[in-house]
């Protein structure tokens, strides 16, 4: 099993609106692109000053998986359309269950 973990950082000028429509359309990913176990998508809890803002984790069964995710033409999308507008900084790890 694969999880992917990705931490992203909003950018300043990205307002409340556009974050929270930005986690919806990653949370969305599970239906519209499949192919994982589990999705969580979540704001931070704000406990700790300097964290990212939100966060994605998602368990694939194997690589295959992962890849066939990362590649799909939906996913691919909700980044260009959703993500990278509000992207300060983000942050990724691959790694085996």
Do not use: C, K
């Amino acid at each position: 099993m694969i999880r992917h973990v990705v931490l992203f950082t909003w950018s300043p000028d990205a307002d409340a609106q556009r974050r929270a429509a930005t986690v919806e359309a990653l949370r969305a990913l599970r239906q519209d692109v499949g192919g994982m176990t589990a999705l969580t998508v979540a704001d931070d809890a704000g406990l700790v000053e300097g964290n990212a803002d939100a966060v994605l984790v998602a368990d694939f069964p194997d690589v295959e998986a992962f890849r066939r995710y990362a590649q799909d033409p939906v996913h691919l999308a909700v980044i260009a359309e959703h993500v990278r507008p509000v992207l300060a900084a983000r942050s990724a790890v691959q790694y085996r269950l």
